[in-house]
C-alpha cells in the first residue's frame, strides 16, 4: 500500500523518459492519506486560528474522526455516488467531510465560503448535492437558497450547539466512537471523486467530475512543483482556499499522500505579518503562495531578521509570476527556491518548474511535467476539430495529453457537447495561449478568448497586466479591449494603486511609459482607470468579464 507515483530521478530528461503512471487497481483517497503510513501517531494537521486556538491532529485521529462522520452521513442516507457540498475554510472539519465521504463511495463538491447566494444556488443545485456541510459565515447564505435545491435534504453546520431550521450540528452527526465501523468503499482510481467548479472567468462555471485517480495526479504534480521536498519531514502551507483543486490537491492531499504534515489557518483575508509568523511558528518548509500573496510579503522589511523561516520552496499557481517577486525571493531568502506551475480544474497539474532539474526562466510557467504529452496547437483548426500544430517558437493553443487518460476529468456535468469539444484528435485543449521555446520551456501568453487585437497585433492581457505590475505603486491590475474606430480595439487597464503612490495623472502617464518600455509601442494602455480593488474569483484571477461590465458603463 505504498502508492508513490513519482520516485525520484536525476534530471528531466530520464523523469519524461522513464516515468509511468502505474495506477494501483483498487484505490481509496481516504485510506492513501491516512492508513498507509508507517507512524500514525504523527501529526498530520497543525490547525491554527485567528483567535490564538492551536489544535494537533494525528494521522490515527483524522481516520477515526471521518470514521465517525461516514456513519453518521450512512444513517442520514448517503450512499455511494450521492454528492455531498463541503462550504467550509481552513478547518479540519473541511478534509474530515471529504475523508467521509470516500469511504462511503459519496462524491465530495468543494465549495468556498467566499460564495454568495447566487454562486451557491447554482452550484448546489447543479450537482444535485444532497448534503452539505457548512460554516457557520455561510449559515444565511444557506438559509436562503435552500428552497431553490430540492435534492439538498440535510444541512450539518460546524461549531454550532444549537442548530435551529432543520440543521444538523455537525457533532451531532458524529457518531460514538464505539459506534463507527466503517469499511472504506471499495474504489480504484476511475470512481468517481469530486465536482469541482470552474472560476466561471469566461463564461457560466462547470462541474468538473473527476475519479480518484485525480489525488494522485496533484501529488505527482506537487512533489516535483515543490523541487521533490514532500515527504514525512515536510510542513506545509498555504493561504489559499482549500475549495480550490490547486490548494486542495496539490497542497493539502499531496502532503498527506507523501505522509508530511500540513497547516491550517481560516483567516478572513491575507496579512502579510500573520503569514510570516504562521511559517515561522510551524516551521513550514513548502508553501504554495499565489503570486498576489507573494506581492504582499515584499511589503514587509527584512523578514528573515524579523521571523525565523524554515522555508525551502514557494510554489505559484494560478496567475503569472513576475520577475520582480523572482528577484525578491533570491535577494532575501538563502536557499529558497521559487517554482511556477500551471494547470486546469480539467486537466490537473501539467506544466511546472523544478529548480533541481533545471533553471527557472522568469516570466515561463516551466516545462511539462513528467507523464504528459505538450503540444501547441493552431487555434482556429483547433475550433474546428482538427489538431493542427505549430512550429516551436509560434503562438498557439496549449494542448496536452495524459499518458494515463484516468489523472484528467471525465466529464463536464450536465453538460456533453463541451465534454466533446475539450478534446480534440486526443489532445486536450486548454483555451490557453502560449508559447514553445526550443529548450521546451512554456510561455503562456493568455486565454484565447481574452486576446485584445489592436492595429492588427494581437496581444495578451496577461503579458500587459505584468508590466503593469512593474511599477512599485501599483497594487493590482486588470486589463481588458475596447472597441475603438481606428484600431478596431484599445488596451484598457484598471489599477489598484498603492496607499502612497502619486496623482492619478502622474500614475497612468508612468505606467504608460513602463509599458511602452517594457513590452511594445501598441501593447501600452491608452485609456487607465482607478478603482478601490478589482474584482476577483475565488481562485484570485481577475474578472475580466466584470471590467467589461464596468466599460460598459456600470459604476466602480
Known amino acids: 500500500m505504498v502508492w508513490t507515483v513519482m520516485p525520484d530521478f536525476e534530471g528531466y530528461d530520464e523523469a519524461h523518459d522513464q516515468f509511468t503512471w502505474d495506477l494501483p487497481t483498487s484505490y481509496n483517497p481516504a485510506v492513501d492519506f491516512l492508513q498507509k503510513h508507517d507512524d500514525l501517531d504523527r501529526v498530520a494537521l497543525e490547525q491554527a486560528y485567528p483567535d490564538g486556538r492551536r489544535e494537533q491532529y494525528t494521522f490515527r485521529e483524522l481516520d477515526q474522526l471521518s470514521d465517525r462522520l461516514a456513519t453518521g452521513l450512512a444513517r ?147 512533489y516535483n512543483f515543490f523541487d521533490q521536498g514532500l515527504g514525512p519531514d515536510a510542513t506545509v502551507w498555504t493561504p489559499a482556499d482549500w475549495a480550490w483543486g490547486a490548494a486542495l490537491g496539490g497542497t493539502l492531499f499531496a502532503t498527506w499522500h507523501h505522509g508530511g504534515t500540513i497547516v491550517g489557518y481560516p483567516a478572513s483575508g491575507f496579512e502579510a505579518d500573520d503569514a510570516f509568523g504562521l511559517l515561522s511558528e510551524f516551521d513550514v518548509t513548502q508553501s504554495f503562495m499565489p503570486a498576489t500573496a507573494l506581492r504582499m510579503l515584499m511589503d514587509v522589511e527584512d523578514p528573515t531578521a524579523a521571523y525565523d523561516l524554515a522555508i525551502e520552496t514557494f510554489a505559484v499557481g494560478g496567475e503569472s509570476l513576475t520577475p520582480e517577486i523572482v528577484d525578491w525571493v533570491a535577494e532575501t531568502f538563502d536557499s529558497v527556491t521559487i517554482n511556477e506551475f500551471y494547470g486546469q480544474t480539467e486537466l490537473n497539474l501539467v506544466v511546472a518548474n523544478n529548480s533541481n532539474w533545471f533553471d527557472t526562466q522568469p516570466g515561463s510557467m516551466g516545462k511539462p511535467l513528467p507523464g504528459y504529452d505538450l503540444t501547441i496547437l493552431d487555434p482556429e483548426a483547433a475550433d474546428r476539430g482538427v489538431a493542427e500544430p505549430l512550429s516551436t517558437g509560434e503562438l498557439g493553443e496549449i494542448a496536452v495529453r495524459p499518458h494515463d487518460r484516468s489523472v484528467f476529468f471525465d466529464e463536464y456535468w450536465n453538460m456533453p457537447e463541451k465534454t466533446a469539444a475539450k478534446e480534440v484528435d486526443g489532445w486536450f485543449v486548454t483555451g490557453d495561449l502560449a508559447r514553445q521555446d526550443d529548450d521546451g520551456y512554456v510561455w503562456f501568453k493568455s486565454r484565447k478568448d481574452d486576446v485584445i487585437i489592436t492595429s492588427g497585433y494581437r496581444v495578451g492581457p496577461m503579458e500587459v497586466e505584468r508590466a503593469i505590475l512593474e511599477h512599485p505603486d501599483v497594487v493590482q491590475a486588470g486589463v481588458i479591449g475596447m472597441p475603438d474606430d481606428t484600431r478596431g480595439e484599445i488596451i484598457k487597464a484598471y489599477v489598484e494603486a498603492a496607499e502612497d503612490a502619486p496623482s492619478h495623472d502622474t500614475l497612468r502617464s508612468e505606467i504608460q511609459s513602463v509599458v511602452r518600455e517594457n513590452l511594445a509601442e501598441y501593447e501600452y494602455p491608452r485609456e487607465i482607470e482607478f478603482a478601490d480593488a478589482l474584482p476577483q474569483t475565488t481562485s484570485g484571477k481577475i474578472r475580466r468579464k466584470e471590467l467589461q461590465e464596468w466599460s460598459a458603463g456600470e459604476s466602480l
Not at 455561510?138 to 435545491?149: F, G, K, L, P, T
Open 76 to 222: 442520514l442516507g448517503i450512499e455511494a455516488g450521492d454528492r455531498v457540498g463541503v462550504v467550509v475554510p481552513q478547518k479540519p472539519q473541511n478534509p474530515i467531510t471529504h475523508l467521509a465521504n470516500w469511504k462511503l463511495g459519496a462524491v465530495s463538491v468543494p465549495l468556498t465560503v467566499l460564495f454568495g447566494t447566487d454562486a451557491l444556488r447554482y452550484r448546489l443545485d447543479d450537482a444535485g448535492v444532497s448534503v452539505a456541510v457548512i460554516d457557520p459565515a455561510v449559515r444565511d447564505d444557506i438559509d436562503a437558497v435552500r428552497d431553490d435545491c430540492p435534492a439538498l435534504e440535510h444541512v450539518i453546520e460546524i461549531e454550532t450547539d444549537t442548530p435551529a431550521g432543520g440543521v444538523h450540528a455537525f457533532e451531532d452527526v458524529l457518531t460514538a466512537p464505539d459506534n463507527a465501523d466503517i469499511e472504506p468503499y471499495e474504489s480504484t482510481p476511475d470512481t468517481d471523486t469530486a465536482i469541482l467548479y470552474t472560476s466561471g472567468s469566461t463564461g457560466p462555471p462547470k462541474g468538473v467530475r473527476h475519479s480518484h485517480a485525480l489525488w494522485l495526479g496533484r501529488a505527482a504534480a506537487a
